[in-house]
Structure formats: structure tokens, C-alpha cells
């Protein structure tokens, strides 16, 4: 049986997200680690069943010497901005199916939809995702496109996911993606094999060391949220952390000339958030599957916010 308690209806609730961003290269040809950090905050603001107003500013904190203004790293160094405007819906449909669009702004010049669809076996073993992008330039003819289809299958006895991923991403380079992700309770790290190229007539700036020719890149990422267990309860708005922070590396592997050049413009995906995969589905874990296996840890959760406090 399950009781409810101190029950806040979701369209009441502003939310107020708070987490770190980071943008960081290491041991590259240009030094040992070089970072640029700031603050991400975002309002999630419900309308209706499904929708979603969203709204995310972030504030530079600092960078290191060759994230400064002219230096290698000067593209991709954190600024004060006002990096997304958007609006979200979702819906879900019988036999497994379920849909995401969206329609805003992205970095003040961006304007255009994302489309993110999916299929999930009735357990949540075998799951089939398709996800596209299209953002205009606002003042000069340049259009970002984002497409790509995705199954993983998950391996419960391990509490793996195996996943691979084809299709074009969002700087325009074309390929493929490994990815082995292993979860522990919150906590997860995956490995991942990237095979991937721009197509002849791409922007030199986009694949100045490699040109037209085949990349392939290896990394390692670690996933965990950065929010406390039980959230704050409020009237009027709900502030949190992230409700998962990822940060890892990767490097190039089996270069022809046996290189192993920065490629930061490579493997990138649609920067568009609340997708089906992670802030619906929980990161792909609200499945029967997963659940099932993880029944534990809602007696855990009992335990330590119930039975404890009284």
C-alpha cells in the first residue's frame, strides 16, 4: 500500500535548478588540464499536462589561461548568457510509445524545434529512440541540424545498458557511437567508441586537423546527481540541484598519422534538455525492469526518511 503525504500538485511548483558548468580539455597538445567553470540556473516553470516553460541563464565564474579571449580554447570558454528559452511538451502513448517536441531559443541567436521519439518494451529491455534538431541563425544564413537514432538494450541481472547510437550530430559531423553504461545505484559510468567524419564542404573551422576523413574517439564518462535525497518543500518554488551531473573524458585513437589532436567539435549532441530519455524516464531507468530489480532501495528510502525521523 502507498500513502501520500504533503502532496504538491506538479503545475503549482516552479522549479529552481542550480549546478555547476564546466567546460574543461585534458592533457592535451596545449597543457595538462584547462577548464572554464560557472554556474547553470534554470526555471522549469509547468503550464499544463505535459508542458513545460523553460528557462536557463549562466554566470561565469573563471577559466584558466588558455580558455582567455584569442587563446585555443577562447570558442568554448563559459560566458554570462542567457544560453536557452524554451517550451516543452510531452506525451505518452499506449504500447510503449511516447513523444517530445519542443520550440525556443538556444545561445540568443539559435531559433528552431527539437523532436524526440521512442519506443520501450513492455519490461524496458529493448528501447528504439529517434531525436531531431533544426535551429536557424536570427541574422545570417546558418542552420544547425541535429539527427539521430539510437537502441539499447538493458541487462538487468548487471544493471547495464549496451546502446548504440548512428546518425548526424550537431556540428554536422556523421557517424557512429558505442556506449557501455553501468550503473550503480545512482551512480553510473560508461565507456564509449566513436567513429565519426564531416562531410566534404563542412566549415574548415569544424575539422581543421582532420579534414574529410574518418575520426575515431574513446572516453570514459561518470553520471551522479548533485541534489539533495529529499527535496526542499516549498508553496510557491522548489529549488534543487542537477539531477544528474556528468563529466568524463575522451581521446582520439588510431589516427592514420598517429596523432592525437584536440577535436572538440566531434561526437556533440542536441544541447536541447527535459529529453525522454533522461528528465522523463529517469535516465532511462523507469522501466518494470529496473524497478523490479531495485525494490531495495524504496525500502532504503523508507528507512532512512521515515522510520529514522520518527
Not at 541563464?57 to 584558466?64: I, K, N, R, T
Not at 551522479?224 to 551531473?245: A, H, K, M, N, V
Request: no cysteine; glycine share 8%; proline share 5%.
Amino acid at each position: 500500500s502507498w500513502w501520500i503525504k504533503s502532496h504538491r500538485p506538479t503545475l503549482h511548483n516552479t522549479r529552481l535548478f542550480i549546478s555547476p558548468a564546466i567546460s574543461a580539455r585534458h592533457a592535451t597538445e596545449y597543457g595538462t588540464y584547462d577548464s572554464s567553470w560557472g554556474l547553470d540556473v534554470n526555471i522549469q516553470k509547468p503550464l499544463w499536462k505535459g508542458a513545460t516553460a523553460d528557462v536557463a541563464y549562466v554566470q561565469a565564474l573563471g577559466h584558466s589561461q588558455e580558455f582567455k579571449p584569442g587563446e585555443i580554447f577562447s570558442p568554448w570558454r563559459i560566458d554570462n548568457m542567457t544560453h536557452r528559452v524554451m517550451l516543452h511538451q510531452v506525451k505518452d502513448f499506449p504500447y510503449g510509445f511516447s513523444a517530445h517536441v519542443a520550440y525556443g531559443r538556444l545561445s540568443r541567436v539559435l531559433e528552431g524545434w527539437h523532436q524526440d521519439y521512442r519506443w520501450s518494451s513492455p519490461q524496458g529491455l529493448h528501447r528504439i529512440s529517434y531525436e531531431r534538431s533544426h535551429f536557424e541563425h536570427r541574422e545570417v544564413n546558418f542552420a544547425k541540424d541535429f539527427e539521430m537514432w539510437s537502441y539499447r538494450y538493458w541487462l538487468d541481472r548487471t544493471q547495464t545498458a549496451l546502446e548504440i547510437k548512428k546518425g548526424q550530430y550537431w556540428h554536422g559531423d556523421q557517424g557512429g557511437m558505442l556506449i557501455a553504461r553501468q550503473w550503480f545505484g545512482d551512480f553510473s559510468a560508461a565507456l564509449f567508441l566513436r567513429r565519426t567524419r564531416f562531410p566534404v564542404g563542412s566549415p574548415a573551422a569544424f575539422s581543421e586537423y582532420y579534414g574529410n576523413v574518418w575520426v575515431n574517439s574513446a572516453g570514459i564518462e561518470f553520471s551522479f546527481p548533485l541534489t539533495p535525497r529529499r527535496e526542499y518543500q516549498s508553496d510557491w518554488i522548489q529549488p534543487r540541484g542537477t539531477d544528474r551531473l556528468s563529466y568524463g573524458s575522451q581521446t582520439v585513437v588510431a589516427a592514420k598519422n598517429g596523432a592525437n589532436y584536440t577535436a572538440p567539435w566531434y561526437g556533440i549532441y542536441s544541447p536541447v534538455p527535459l529529453s525522454l530519455g533522461g528528465s522523463i524516464h529517469d535516465f532511462d531507468r523507469n522501466s518494470q525492469a529496473y524497478l523490479m530489480s531495485n525494490l531495495h532501495r524504496i525500502r532504503q528510502a523508507w528507512s532512512v526518511f521515515v522510520e529514522e525521523k520518527n
